[in-house]
């Protein structure tokens, strides 16, 4: 009965070892962080789990990697809508946007169907710690976006 429980345990700690290894959980912050362009399309920038489309939306996102390689998993679906650029859409079903690497990805790639829109680096990623980012980025963006929606609607 003793060598029973020791060798079920010991099949347990291995299943486990084995389980760590190799499932990787979604992450952010792994070097993704950037402003990345399209000349048909507009822009993305990636910071801290935030995507910023077009300087308009937001969307959070994680990062992963499967047999493929990296990609972007946003929250909502991001498409391409013609003559509007980027679009987040919660009614279809998220898509991943592939990375060429990590860390410092040079290229993202969006797949419509048969076509793909490939995304390229614009500026080099920020040289900030993660501690003072969150004081920078995108919350700026998103208060100066309010403040000038309430400019606008008090008039």
């Known amino acids: 009965m003793r060598g029973w429980i020791i060798l079920s345990s010991g099949v347990s700690l291995a299943l486990l ?26 822009t993305v920038e990636l910071v801290n789990g935030e995507m910023l489309l077009n300087d308009k939306q937001i969307t959070r ?3 992963a990697e499967d047999a493929d390689g990296p990609y972007i998993l946003p929250r909502t679906s991001v498409g391409v809508v013609s003559d509007r650029g ?4 919660g009614t279809r079903s998220v898509m991943k946007l592939r990375i060429d690497k990590l860390p410092r990805p040079s290229s993202i790639t969006l797949y419509e169907g048969p076509t793909s829109y490939v995304f390229v680096r614009k500026t080099p990623r920020p040289l900030v710690n ?26």
């Open 86 to 89: 980027l679009d987040v859409d």
């Open 130 to 155: 993660p501690a003072s980012q969150a004081n920078l980025g995108l919350h700026h963006r998103r208060r100066d976006h309010h403040r000038a929606l309430a400019l606008l609607t008090n008039r």
């Open 61 to 63: 996102y994680v990062v």
């Open 17 to 42: 070892l084995v389980a760590l290894l190799f499932l990787r959980a979604p992450t952010v912050g792994v070097g993704e962080n950037g402003l990345f362009g399209n000349d048909c399309c507009g």
